[in-house]
């Protein structure tokens, strides 16, 4: 019998099962796909944004109005610093995101593979976990190949939906609502978001560095600047990918959102009203089309005209009206883009929603409804921004898991 069986060698299981065989455990890590950490090679785009120097709470979203900072306080930034660059990782801060200083990935992977097989702990690979059953002080453990393992503690850490390729599926979720967890309903966040204005069509493949907005319900939530990509689809690019948890939720919830673009965020209304009229005094015998090369990405140009409602691109600067000129500068300003949700679990980053906090001992990870199980991970109801706080989370609370299942006295 084992000690502690991890179920789910991704980045939260991988830690927990490293520090418990640390602290003298005997660690049996049950992983369904056919290696550990497929995740972490392709995250960050292969280069695995592996933490961030600035974990605040505010980087973080829960259905809970607990606090939830005991494990990224407890286990924080420097911990997870200091415990990679002892296993050979170098950290490689850029703004107050890191990375593996040789900037890949499979580095992170590589040091904690090895570390795992230095400590011996017994890795099954291709073995999914179907069921958890008490037995008086132990628990037994059912995969789908028909072996059981039998152990005193059992860490839990199946992750989030996102990214089914990555051996996510919602099997976690049926494993701890069996185990009297409540599940906040998911929904996938950091992705894509869908719009069918045939806007986004027209400007396919162009990238526009800008203010987006996210507004649920005619209500402002959420402001991010940076580069928005056009799809056929939608919208993406990393302010969306923060703003995609509001366009999901408010799907999940039936309510109607939509992204505002300021195009031009640098100046006010008032200032593109003027900046048009200089243009006009200045070239008022080009086309509308024509008045804003050189100032605007030519891509973006006809759906702002056609989107201020002027029907001919053909017609000469100078004979706008007042009226034009106003919506045109409204348009850059407020372009509005519906939402119809996301791409989905399939493209996302991140799962939002999960078991329920106030359910976890947060100082331990260590469940309130079942003795001797710890959770952790992306399964929490807890999901962060883009910039290594999703990381972060599943190594701190991988890491107090670890620390204190393996401590014989403690449930
Ligand atoms: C494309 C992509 C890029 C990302 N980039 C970043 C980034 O740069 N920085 C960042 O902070 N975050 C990033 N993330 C998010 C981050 O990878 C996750 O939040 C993190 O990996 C969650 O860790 P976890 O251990 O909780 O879950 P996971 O890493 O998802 O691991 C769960 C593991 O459990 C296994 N499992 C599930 N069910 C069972 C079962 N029943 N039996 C046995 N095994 C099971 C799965 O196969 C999986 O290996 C990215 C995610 C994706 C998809």
């Given at each position: 019998?084992?000690?502690?069986?991890?179920?789910?060698?991704?980045?939260?299981?991988?830690?927990?099962?490293?520090?418990?065989?640390?602290?003298g455990?005997?660690?049996?890590?049950?992983?369904?796909?056919?290696?550990?950490?497929?995740?972490?090679?392709?995250?960050?785009?292969?280069?695995?944004?592996?933490?961030?120097?600035?974990?605040?709470?505010?980087?973080?979203?829960?259905?809970?109005?607990?606090?939830?900072?005991?494990?990224?306080?407890?286990?924080?930034?420097?911990?997870?610093?200091?415990?990679?660059?002892?296993?050979?990782?170098?950290?490689?801060?850029?703004?107050?995101?890191?990375?593996?200083?040789?900037?890949?990935?499979?580095?992170?992977?590589?040091?904690?593979?090895?570390?795992?097989?230095?400590?011996?702990?017994?890795?099954?690979?291709?073995?999914?976990?179907?069921?958890?059953?008490?037995?008086?002080?132990?628990?037994?453990?059912?995969c789908?190949?028909?072996?059981?393992?039998?152990?005193?503690?059992?860490?839990?850490?199946?992750?989030?939906?996102?990214?089914?390729?990555?051996?996510?599926?919602?099997?976690?979720?049926?494993?701890?609502?069996?185990?009297?967890?409540?599940?906040?309903?998911?929904?996938?966040?950091?992705?894509?978001?869908?719009?069918?204005?045939?806007?986004?069509?027209?400007?396919?493949?162009?990238?526009?560095?800008?203010d987006?907005?996210?507004?649920?319900?005619?209500?402002?939530?959420?402001?991010?600047?940076g580069?928005v990509?056009?799809?056929?689809?939608g919208?993406?690019?990393?302010?969306?990918?923060?703003?995609?948890?509001?366009?999901?939720?408010?799907?999940?919830?039936?309510?109607?959102?939509?992204?505002?673009?300021?195009?031009?965020?640098?100046?006010?209304?008032?200032?593109?009203?003027?900046?048009?009229?200089?243009?006009?005094?200045?070239?008022?015998?080009?086309t509308?089309?024509?008045?804003?090369i050189?100032?605007?990405?030519k891509?973006?140009?006809?759906?702002?005209?056609?989107?201020?409602?002027?029907?001919?691109?053909?017609?000469?600067?100078?004979?706008?009206?007042?009226?034009?000129?106003e919506?045109?500068?409204?348009?850059i300003?407020?372009?509005?883009?519906?939402?119809?949700?996301?791409?989905?679990?399939?493209?996302?980053?991140?799962?939002?929603?999960?078991?329920?906090?106030?359910?976890?001992?947060?100082?331990?990870?260590?469940?309130?409804?079942?003795?001797g199980?710890?959770?952790?991970?992306?399964?929490?109801?807890?999901?962060?921004?883009?910039?290594?706080?999703?990381?972060q989370?599943?190594?701190?609370?991988?890491?107090?898991?670890?620390?204190?299942?393996?401590?014989?006295?403690?449930?």
């Amino acid at each position: 019998m084992a000690d502690i069986v991890v179920i789910g060698g991704g980045a939260s299981g991988i830690i927990a099962s490293i520090i418990a065989a640390r602290e003298g455990a005997h660690v049996i890590l049950l992983e369904r796909l056919n290696r550990v950490g497929k995740k972490i090679l392709v995250t960050g785009n292969g280069r695995c944004n592996l933490t961030n120097t600035h974990i605040e709470d505010k980087y973080y979203h829960t259905s809970s109005k607990d606090d939830f900072s005991y494990p990224l306080k407890h286990i924080n930034y420097e911990t997870i610093k200091d415990f990679f660059e002892e296993l050979g990782v170098l950290p490689l801060v850029e703004g107050d995101k890191v990375y593996p200083f040789s900037e890949q990935a499979s580095s992170v992977l590589d040091v904690l593979r090895m570390e795992l097989d230095r400590l011996n702990v017994d890795i099954k690979t291709e073995t999914k976990v179907v069921q958890i059953i008490q037995k008086k002080d132990t628990w037994q453990i059912l995969c789908e190949n028909s072996i059981t393992y039998d152990a005193s503690k059992v860490i839990i850490a199946t992750g989030g939906m996102a990214n089914v390729s990555f051996g996510c599926d919602a099997t976690g979720y049926q494993l701890l609502r069996k185990l009297g967890h409540t599940i906040i309903p998911t929904f996938p966040t950091l992705v894509h978001i869908v719009s069918s204005s045939h806007y986004c069509k027209m400007m396919k493949g162009t990238k526009i560095t800008c203010d987006a907005s996210a507004y649920v319900e005619g209500q402002f939530i959420r402001k991010e600047y940076g580069e928005v990509l056009f799809t056929e689809d939608g919208l993406s690019g990393p302010p969306i990918f923060q703003l995609s948890r509001v366009a999901s939720k408010a799907k999940l919830e039936g309510k109607k959102a939509c992204i505002i673009l300021d195009l031009l965020p640098s100046m006010s209304y008032d200032e593109v009203v003027s900046k048009i009229y200089s243009r006009i005094a200045l070239w008022g015998t080009r086309t509308i089309e024509e008045l804003f090369i050189g100032w605007l990405h030519k891509r973006i140009t006809i759906p702002i005209i056609k989107y201020a409602g002027i029907a001919s691109l053909h017609m000469r600067c100078e004979d706008l009206e007042y009226d034009a000129i106003e919506k045109l500068a409204e348009t850059i300003k407020k372009f509005v883009f519906e939402t119809d949700g996301t791409r989905g679990y399939k493209y996302a980053q991140a799962t939002a929603g999960g078991v329920k906090l106030s359910e976890i001992d947060l100082t331990t990870m260590a469940s309130k409804k079942a003795k001797g199980i710890y959770i952790t991970g992306e399964v929490l109801d807890i999901d962060g921004d883009c910039g290594g706080y999703n990381l972060q989370w599943a190594w701190s609370t991988g890491y107090l898991a670890g620390l204190h299942a393996s401590k014989r006295n403690e449930e």
